[in-house]
């Protein structure tokens, strides 16, 4: 039992590597939720695949050890939360990006609109570096030492 879950892990922790190391944010982002998947199962695999009861005080002993059970719970939990917000990132990025491209995002997400490659931004989700609005080119007023103006 312990090879086939072996095996499992390989496969999983296997594909989530390659799919980091891809160039789309979406398969980036699904191959660190397949390495999650692989690390929870190594930690029930290592913790033991053991025929014991569950640890309640009316069934007779020997108990399986819930530590190992609660982190993966906890981690399912997390996992889940953290590819949520990566996919929403991704989804935001592709929005001011207008790609998908790890390698072409650079420093910054935003692109000349009027670029030969086509890889423009989408006009409605502008980058905070380029604001929307037009700053007034009124007379500064400093302040003296005295706190007057």
């Known amino acids: 039992m312990a090879s086939l879950f072996a095996l499992i892990i390989g496969i999983l922790v296997g594909s989530g590597v390659f799919l980091l190391l891809s160039r789309s944010i979406v398969r980036v982002v699904l191959g660190l939720a397949f390495i999650g998947y692989g690390v929870n199962l190594a930690i029930l ?56 491209d790890v390698e072409a995002f650079g420093d910054s997400l935003a692109r000349d609109p009027d670029a030969p490659d086509g890889l423009g931004a989408d006009p409605e989700h502008q980058s905070p570096d380029q604001p929307e609005w037009e700053e007034e080119s009124g007379p500064a007023h400093p302040v003296s030492a005295g706190g007057r103006a």
């Open 45 to 100: 695999t290592v913790a033991g695949l053991e025929d014991k009861s569950p640890p309640l005080l009316t069934l007779p002993g020997p108990y399986v050890d819930p530590l190992p059970q609660a982190l993966i719970l906890t981690a399912i939990v997390i996992g889940f939360a953290t590819t949520a917000l990566l996919l929403t990132v991704a989804l935001r990025a592709y929005q001011v990006a207008g790609h998908e």
